[in-house]
């Protein structure tokens, strides 16, 4: 049954490992898999061919989109909207709200499975993530683990090795991101003033 499902969850959680699996299972039942990524993810790419690229080395070609692209001319474009088709969208906590909508559309007719993150490194909803929890007809948290082996929820950037609290929510460059729980976050924010 089509449906919008949302996977989310902190960083380091497997997400796009688990969408590049789910990717592969399709594949095997003999489904057409249409991977996305949004273009602002600029971390794989090879030979001028944009990839989804997971930490434990999974990858696949992949689609592209921009934040005012719709989604209903990308189906068009690719010829989707039929049966035996699946959506996969990695990285969608940059979907807009208006992508979200579309895709909830979309998922009338085939299955749309979304992966990102729920939250921001100020602890804030993505705009896309906000959209999703409110109108996904399958949400599934993909559980990951801090340093002291607690539930990480948070997803912290760390500049220069301390936590930022402050800047642009997306942010691609020397930064890094670090899954941790509520617990280990503040007692490190509280020890970095």
């Known amino acids: ?17 688990q969408a590049l699996m789910c990717r592969f299972n399709y594949l095997q039942k003999g489904f057409a898999v249409y991977l996305f990524k949004p273009v602002v993810d600029t971390r794989g790419e090879e030979n001028g061919i944009p990839l989804v ?4 080395g999974l990858k696949s070609e992949c689609i592209e989109f921009y934040n005012n692209e719709n989604f209903f001319d990308i189906c068009k474009q690719y010829d989707i ?4 088709r699946i959506i996969i969208v990695d990285e969608a906590q940059f979907l807009t709200k208006e992508q979200v909508e579309q895709l909830k559309e979309i998922s009338q007719t085939v299955p749309v499975l979304c992966y990102g993150l729920l939250t921001n490194f100020k ?10 929890v409110e109108i996904a007809d399958s949400l599934t948290e993909i559980k990951s683990v801090c340093k002291c082996g607690r539930k990480a929820t948070i997803n912290a ?9 402050d800047g642009e929510e997306l942010m691609i460059g020397d930064e890094t991101y670090e899954g941790m729980c509520y617990r ?10």
């Open 1 to 17: 049954m089509a449906k919008l499902y949302f996977k989310y969850g902190a960083m380091g959680s497997s997400k796009t490992a």
């Open 81 to 84: 909207l039929h049966e035996r």
């Open 157 to 165: 950037r760390i500049v220069n090795g301390k936590i930022c609290l």
């Open 184 to 193: 280990c976050f503040k007692q490190r924010v509280e020890s970095e003033k």
């Open 123 to 132: 602890t804030e909803l993505f705009e896309g993530s906000k959209r999703l």
């Open 53 to 56: 690229k997971s930490r434990i």
